[in-house]
T-cell receptor
Framework: GQNIDQPTEMTATEGAIVQINCTYQTSGFNGLFWYQQHAGEAPTFLSYNVLDGLEEKGRFSSFLSRSKGYSYLLLKELQMKDSASYLCAVDSYGQNFVFGPGTRLSVLP | EAGVAQSPRYKIIEKRQSVAFWCNPISGHATLYWYQQILGQGPKLLIQFQNNGVVDDSQLPKDRFSAERLKGVDSTLKIQPAKLEDSAVYLC????????????FGSGTRLTVV
């Protein structure tokens, strides 16, 4: 089976930087997704990491270490609209994506 | 490009009643998924269709849940009879071939069983 862990809640200040961690245990790891989900809305795709390292997309970056079973999502220059849940999802060979429990981020003024 | 359409948006039913949800995926997406998301948790896969065939329904509670995707386009998910613990958001998602594309989710149906 798969085991995915994320912090339940995080709080940060507008303009700051926040790092949301995701640890996982799985066999046949293929890649890892990050999704953003605002309250009452559908999850939307943020990033997909297959190789080790950092991938940057504007204010959002995602990092993966396959050997450590670890990923993080880095959000820079936080804005109020970034208040949402952030879900990591593990993609493994022969299996469907499995989502973590999600991290609820609150951005304060 | 139109997104994944779902209806109804909200539904409140009493326990032991039945309910059905509808999903229309993005045109050309052969793969369709139904997820259950309980408040405060990540989405959990219920069933995956490839065209009109079931690929994975290992986590579908088959004694009360059923789903179909006739003609390989629209899909319906049914619960009969509903239990209190079925209160959740039911998300439909579709995807292109190639896992790197991830999923496109619909807005979901929020079910409350009272």
């Amino acid at each position: 089976g798969q085991n995915i862990d994320q912090p339940t809640e995080m709080t940060a200040t507008e303009g700051a930087i926040v790092q949301i961690n995701c640890t996982y245990q799985t066999s046949g790891f293929n890649g890892l997704f990050w999704y953003q989900q605002h309250a009452g809305e559908a999850p939307t795709f943020l990033s997909y990491n297959v190789l080790d390292g950092l991938e940057e997309k504007g204010r959002f970056s995602s990092f993966l270490s396959r050997s450590k079973g670890y990923s993080y999502l880095l959000l820079k220059e936080l804005q109020m609209k970034d208040s949402a849940s952030y879900l990591c999802a593990v993609d493994s060979y022969g299996q469907n994506f499995v989502f973590g429990p999600g991290t609820r981020l609150s951005v304060l003024p | 490009e139109a997104g994944v359409a779902q209806s109804p948006r909200y539904k409140i039913i009493e326990k032991r009643q039945s309910v059905a949800f509808w999903c229309n995926p993005i045109s050309g997406h052969a793969t369709l998924y139904w997820y259950q998301q309980i408040l405060g948790q990540g989405p959990k896969l219920l069933i995956q269709f490839q065209n009109n065939g079931v690929v994975d329904d290992s986590q579908l509670p088959k004694d009360r849940f059923s789903a179909e995707r006739l003609k390989g386009v629209d899909s319906t998910l049914k619960i009969q009879p509903a239990k209190l613990e079925d209160s959740a958001v039911y998300l439909c998602a579709s995807s292109l071939e190639g896992r790197a594309y991830g999923y496109t989710f619909g807005s979901g149906t929020r079910l409350t069983v009272v």
